[in-house]
């Protein structure tokens, strides 16, 4: 089944602590972008990536890192997570951003930082 | 001023009922555009792509146009199960998407 999965779906952690959220598409898309969501928000861009070993910054990169070592993978690291980044986070992928092809997403993580 | 623009509602509407959904955008260097529906803070799902000649699937039918900066959705003979948030998105072809935050839209019996 074609699929974006993200893993942990929920994730409760404290401030500081280094967390990584997974990424994986089995497609073989070149483009993979993540987004958080917020009440009242629709998604905003935190980082994305045309293709293995290009990434570039959305809206709202700060606080996040990303890396695209295999085409398959975008995992986003958070390196010292604040309460300010308690969102929900999507990942999605696609064949190429600016043809007609729309975005698969995952199911979400629901991150809270205590 | 936000890149991309999009009537929060909530639309309330009878089933039956016509109800059309706009989404202005800034960027005149953007290259393609979308609907997407999510439900209850799921993942969003492609409703449809959005073109200059008009696009149609059914009960739905989106609009593009490129002068005014605005797409449109417009669902004919709304269902209960149409209710759900209304997301537009628009790319460039560097890479760089963004969303509208959302209609919402309710149906009722």
């Known amino acids: 089944e074609a699929q974006v999965t993200q893993n942990p779906r929920y994730l409760i952690t404290v401030t500081g602590k280094k967390l990584t959220v997974t990424c994986s598409q089995n497609?073989?898309?070149?483009?993979m972008s993540w987004y958080r969501q917020d009440p009242g928000l629709g998604l905003r861009q935190i980082y994305y990536?045309?293709?293995?070993?290009?990434?570039d910054k959305g809206d709202v990169p700060e606080g996040y890192k990303v890396s695209r070592k295999e085409k398959r993978n975008f995992p986003l690291i958070l390196e010292s997570p604040s309460p300010n980044q308690t969102s929900l986070y999507f990942c999605a992928s696609s064949w190429t951003p600016g043809l007609d092809y729309g975005y698969t997403f995952g199911s979400g993580t629901r991150l809270t930082v205590v | 001023r936000k890149e991309v623009e999009q009537d929060p509602g909530p639309f309330n509407v009878p089933e039956g009922a016509t109800v059309a959904f706009n989404c202005t955008y800034s960027?005149?260097?953007?290259?393609?555009f979308f609907w997407y529906r999510q439900d209850c803070r799921k993942e969003p799902k492609l409703l449809m792509s959005v073109y200059s000649s008009g696009n149609e699937d059914g009960r739905f039918t989106a609009q593009l146009n490129r002068a005014s900066q605005y797409i449109s959705l417009l669902i004919r003979d709304s269902k209960l199960s149409d209710s759900a948030t209304y997301l537009c998105v628009v790319n460039t072809n560097a890479g760089k998407s963004t969303f509208g935050d959302g209609t919402t839209l309710t149906v009722k019996p």
């Open positions: 960027n005149s260097a953007s290259q393609s």
């Open positions: 497609m073989n898309h070149e483009y």
């Open positions: 990536s045309m293709n293995v070993e290009v990434t």
